[in-house]
Protein backbone atom coordinates (compact mmCIF):
# COMPACT_ATOMS: atom_id res chain seq x y z
CA UNK A 1 0.00 0.00 0.00
CA UNK A 2 1.14 3.21 -0.61
CA UNK A 3 1.15 6.37 1.55
CA UNK A 4 1.91 9.60 -0.28
CA UNK A 5 4.36 7.88 -2.43
CA UNK A 6 5.78 5.70 0.09
CA UNK A 7 5.62 2.25 0.39
CA UNK A 8 3.68 1.47 4.17
CA UNK A 9 3.26 -1.82 5.46
CA UNK A 10 3.64 -3.15 8.66
CA UNK A 11 4.84 -1.72 11.40
CA UNK A 12 4.06 2.00 9.79
CA UNK A 13 0.35 1.18 9.49
CA UNK A 14 0.69 0.48 13.36
CA UNK A 15 2.50 3.33 13.84
CA UNK A 16 0.40 5.69 12.24
CA UNK A 17 -2.72 4.33 13.85
CA UNK A 18 -1.43 4.43 17.54
CA UNK A 19 -0.24 8.03 16.32
CA UNK A 20 -3.60 9.28 15.58
CA UNK A 21 -4.83 7.42 18.44
CA UNK A 22 -2.63 8.91 21.19
CA UNK A 23 -3.45 12.63 19.07
CA UNK A 24 -7.26 12.14 19.12
CA UNK A 25 -6.83 10.91 23.13
CA UNK A 26 -5.22 14.04 24.16
CA UNK A 27 -6.99 16.34 21.92
CA UNK A 28 -10.00 14.85 23.89
CA UNK A 29 -8.05 15.18 27.13
CA UNK A 30 -7.15 18.81 26.66
CA UNK A 31 -11.08 19.35 26.20
CA UNK A 32 -12.07 17.83 29.42
CA UNK A 33 -9.71 19.53 31.26
CA UNK A 34 -10.67 23.06 29.49
CA UNK A 35 -14.27 22.09 30.28
CA UNK A 36 -13.72 21.28 33.98
CA UNK A 37 -11.68 24.27 34.48
CA UNK A 38 -14.45 26.95 32.59
CA UNK A 39 -17.29 25.29 35.27
CA UNK A 40 -15.90 24.74 38.24
CA UNK A 41 -17.15 26.57 40.98
CA UNK A 42 -15.02 29.61 42.67
CA UNK A 43 -13.39 28.11 45.77
CA UNK A 44 -14.74 29.20 49.28
CA UNK A 45 -12.44 30.21 51.56
CA UNK A 46 -13.17 28.95 54.60
CA UNK A 47 -12.61 31.29 57.50
CA UNK A 48 -12.54 30.24 61.11
CA UNK A 49 -14.79 32.08 62.93
CA UNK A 50 -13.00 33.75 65.81
CA UNK A 51 -16.43 33.07 67.69
CA UNK A 52 -18.31 35.49 70.28
CA UNK A 53 -16.14 38.17 72.24
CA UNK A 54 -15.94 38.04 76.22
CA UNK A 55 -18.38 40.46 76.52
CA UNK A 56 -20.93 39.01 74.48
CA UNK A 57 -20.15 35.48 76.20
CA UNK A 58 -20.41 37.67 79.75
CA UNK A 59 -23.89 38.83 78.24
CA UNK A 60 -25.20 34.83 77.35
CA UNK A 61 -24.22 33.76 81.00
CA UNK A 62 -26.18 36.90 82.71
CA UNK A 63 -29.35 36.38 80.22
CA UNK A 64 -29.21 32.67 81.17
CA UNK A 65 -29.24 33.60 85.13
CA UNK A 66 -25.70 31.67 85.66
CA UNK A 67 -24.54 34.92 87.06
CA UNK A 68 -26.54 37.94 88.84
CA UNK A 69 -26.13 42.12 87.06
CA UNK A 70 -23.90 43.18 90.18
CA UNK A 71 -21.03 40.35 88.89
CA UNK A 72 -22.26 40.77 85.57
CA UNK A 73 -21.37 44.76 85.77
CA UNK A 74 -18.29 43.96 87.51
CA UNK A 75 -16.89 41.55 85.13
CA UNK A 76 -18.25 44.10 82.36
CA UNK A 77 -15.43 47.06 83.89
CA UNK A 78 -13.00 44.35 83.97
CA UNK A 79 -12.97 43.04 80.79
CA UNK A 80 -13.93 46.54 78.99
CA UNK A 81 -10.82 48.45 81.57
CA UNK A 82 -8.05 45.91 80.37
CA UNK A 83 -8.40 46.48 76.50
CA UNK A 84 -8.12 44.51 73.97
CA UNK A 85 -6.54 41.13 74.08
CA UNK A 86 -3.96 40.20 71.98
CA UNK A 87 -2.69 36.57 71.30
CA UNK A 88 0.93 35.52 71.80
Excluded: C
Aim: hydrophobic share 50%; aromatic share 12%.
Amino acid sequence: MFWYGHDVSGWGWFAMSAGMILFWALIIAAAVLLFRAVNRAPEQHSHISAGPSPEQLLAERFARGDIDEEEYRRRLAVLRSSGPLTKH
